[in-house]
């Protein structure tokens, strides 16, 4: 049995432009430089206006297709009519869509924080390297074991397999007593402990580049000596074999857990070395609040130009084409 019903329905659909706002404000400000640059290689109707100006002639399109003069009255659209206008966007529009707020903050000069740049672990190696007077095959080895080393700064590979690599890709004929001084010069590199073959050397390395005082002795006598009774946290055996009292042990373990055994990781930006680049900006304008979007970085984009005369050509032709 056939049933008529109303019904009255609250909808709300998104409009195209909706939604490529959405998505955009989805984007940190830090990632919004090479999401425009993706976006930019994936869509040719897009250019940067800075760039197209730079690359645009003096002369204002002098070759027009002579069909292009037509009447006024010609370029009335009809509603279902294609019109790129409406795929262009104001340019006092912000990103919400909405006219930007005239708060009197405009010409103020924003100050970021700048993030603090650093050379990578393994450019700082290179640079260290070449502060060293060597001779071209030391340069070569050292450069081959710098390479060699893993994310830790540890040195994982035999000693044979870099010789081995060293004649096959460079061409150059080393042996082990002269790799292996090599590696002493690059274990005397800052991160401390950075070309250690071990855990245990990486750590000997460390402590003796610290001040040997009392405590630093008996710590590289324990990583040397005790170093299995250390990780395994006998501490009465190490208290007897050592002579000392638990206080003394105490500070000697302290001395031993203060070393990095990654150094490989002590140059990596630290969480006090980030600085935070904000997406919104809140300014205040007379006790009214304003918000925008930090877009200080973000190029103006347009549709191009030749894409443009395109549109408008079709647009001009169908019309043509409707008339007739």
């Known amino acids: 049995m056939l049933r008529q019903n109303l019904q009255q329905k609250l909808l709300q659909k998104l409009s195209p432009q909706q939604i490529q706002f959405i998505k955009l404000l989805q984007v940190p400000t830090v990632s919004l430089d090479t999401r425009i640059k993706e976006e930019l290689e994936d869509n040719p109707a897009l250019e940067d206006l800075s760039l197209a100006n730079m690359n645009e002639p003096a002369e204002e399109y002098p070759d027009k297709d002579p069909d292009d003069n037509f009447n006024s009255e010609d370029s009335q659209e009809s509603p279902d009519e294609f019109n790129v206008d409406d795929y262009l966007q104001d340019d006092n529009i ?3 869509g909405s006219k930007y707020e005239q708060n009197g903050d405009e010409d103020e000069e924003r100050k970021e924080i700048p993030i603090a740049v650093q050379n990578s672990f393994f450019e700082s190696l290179q640079a260290q390297l070449h502060l060293v007077p ?6 070569r080895i050292g450069q081959q074991i ?16 870099l010789i081995d690599d060293l004649a096959f890709s460079q061409n150059v004929f080393a042996e082990e007593e002269e790799v292996l001084e090599m590696l002493k010069v690059i274990q005397s590199f800052d991160p401390a402990g950075v070309g250690a073959r071990d855990l245990q050397e990486c750590l000997l390395i460390q402590l003796r580049k610290k001040d040997q005082s009392s405590f630093i002795k008996k710590a590289t006598r324990v990583v040397e000596y005790f170093l299995e009774e250390f990780t395994k946290k006998h501490y009465d055996k190490l208290e007897r074999s050592l002579n000392i009292d638990s206080e003394e042990l105490k500070e000697v373990v302290n001395e031993i857990l203060k070393l990095n055994p990654k150094p490989g990781d002590s140059n990596a930006v630290t969480t006090k070395q980030l600085q935070i680049i904000p997406d919104f900006h809140i300014s205040n304008n007379d006790g009214i609040l304003f918000l925008t979007l930090n877009s200080k970085n973000a190029p103006e984009l347009r549709v191009s130009r030749s894409y443009q005369d395109m549109f408008e050509h079709y647009d001009k032709t169908a019309q043509k084409d409707k008339k007739l």
């Open 94 to 96: 912000n990103d919400y």
């Open 134 to 139: 060597l001779s071209d095959n030391d340069f």
């Open 146 to 161: 710098i390479g060699s080393l893993d994310d830790d700064g540890y040195l994982r590979r035999p000693i044979t397999s």
